[in-house]
């Protein structure tokens, strides 16, 4: 492990809630939370939003004519033989196969569907300026400050780490969120831990 993530354990270690420094020391201590890790739990996530360039197999019980991986487009939608363009951004693959099935019932009597994620492209993080990864990150589902801190290895000497910005882009406005990371360690104001959602930056000054 790096001496940044040890580094970063002890500070949750001081004065931090025992629940709180328990989950990260386990996700620092197993060497970070790892992109292909994060995708493998939320492959399984039923409550996953679909966003472009995920991948999904879609398939129809006994007919491999109808059994086919399909990207989610820009446009959010996927294509499938003889219903043409499904939306998919945005939507649980559930919800997807639901529609699917639907559709094809007007060709298929009682058309069993699946679809299941195979390829989470779509959830990329960044984390930038003082620590010691910076960079784009291809995450799961459920990342928040914290996970997204230590996917960049922690802190570089001279971070001020209680003027972390989180960045989101919204309807083509930008939204800022504070992070005080010292009073997140002491336990206090965890709200500021919040969920990343596509795109947003991390900026440690």
């Known amino acids: 492990m790096k001496i940044a993530g040890s580094l970063l354990i002890k500070k949750l270690a001081r004065g931090c809630q ?18 292909e890790h994060t995708a493998a739990q939320n492959m399984a996530d039923p409550g ?18 109808l059994t086919r991986e399909a990207i989610v487009r820009p446009d959010g939608m996927v294509s499938f033989p003889l219903i043409g363009d ?21 060709f298929i009597p009682n058309p069993h569907v699946s679809v299941a994620i195979t390829k989470l492209q779509s959830y990329k993080v960044y984390v930038m300026g003082r620590v010691t990864k910076p960079g784009e990150y291809l995450v799961g589902h459920y990342t928040d400050v914290l996970q997204a801190l230590s996917l960049a290895g922690g802190f570089t000497p001279f971070a001020s780490e209680n003027d972390i910005k989180i ?8 939204r800022v969120f504070l992070f005080r990371y010292g009073d997140v360690q002491k336990g206090r104001d ?3 831990n919040i969920l990343l959602e596509r795109g947003d930056v991390v900026m440690v000054p």
């Not at 025992?18 to 992109?35: E, K, Q, S």
């Not at 951004?89 to 099935?101: L, S």
């Not at 960045?167 to 930008?174: K, L």
């Open 86 to 106: 499904v939306p998919a951004m945005g939507h649980t693959v559930e919800e997807v196969r639901q529609d699917i099935a639907k559709r094809l019932a007007r």
């Open 167 to 174: 960045i989101r882009r919204e309807n083509g406005d930008q």
């Open 48 to 65: 996953y939003h679909l966003g472009p360039e995920d991948v999904v197999m879609i398939s129809v019980w006994k007919d491999e004519n």
């Open 18 to 35: 025992p629940g709180l420094f328990a989950l990260y020391a386990v996700v620092l201590m197993t060497g970070c939370v790892t992109p």
């Open 190 to 192: 965890l709200n500021q």
